[in-house]
């Protein structure tokens, strides 16, 4: 009962932060309030307090955002690609990118991490754009988007694996470092020979 009770004080606060910011919130954004109300402090049974610093949680919820949109854009690109190492790479980010969404999933459900339900506000624009792209347009733009992104993912997960505190998230960003520097290096060369 009194867990209930914790939580339902716990959710009534998280709606209140959110009410009271006139400014909307993307997904990211909303999943890292929700971590903030959670408490650290406390006994967690009871409380269903988080189990990891402000700065672990934060890395889930940009690893998790991150990893959907590779999804995402993948999707697109084998509806949208007739270049068959385009298609090749794009199975390969579901694939992979899959996986590591569903182990990011359960770490931070042990750990009770809220995680994204779905893109920030910068991804869906992304993919929005993406969406609007037809042919070698299409192909240059997903290419160009790849490269970035797993630029960016790659030093999001060096961080962590350097400076975080959570060992499970440590471990995963570890791990999730070698795939995205392997697909760094096959996206560049697809990039190298659109030039």
Known sequence: MKKMIYLCAISATAFAFQGCNSSTKDARQ????????????????????????????????????????????????????????????????????????????????????TLPNGLDEAHQKKLTELTQKTGKDFD???????????????????????DGTDNDLKSFATKTELVVKAHLDMINAIHDRMK
């Open 30 to 113: 909303t999943a890292d309030s929700l971590n903030m109300v959670k408490d650290t402090t406390s006994n967690e049974k009871m409380t269903g307090g988080i189990a990891v610093e402000p700065s672990d949680s934060e890395f889930a919820t940009k690893a998790a955002v991150g990893g959907m949109a590779e999804v995402e854009f993948a999707k697109l690109a084998l509806t949208k690609t007739t270049d068959p190492q385009l298609k090749e790479f794009a199975t390969m980010m579901v694939t992979d990118h899959g996986k590591a969404n569903e182990e990011l999933i359960a770490i931070a459900k042990m750990k009770n991490i």
């Open 140 to 162: 240059k733009a997903y290419t160009d988007a790849m490269v970035e992104g797993h630029k960016s993912t790659l030093d999001l997960m060096k961080k962590e694996a350097k």
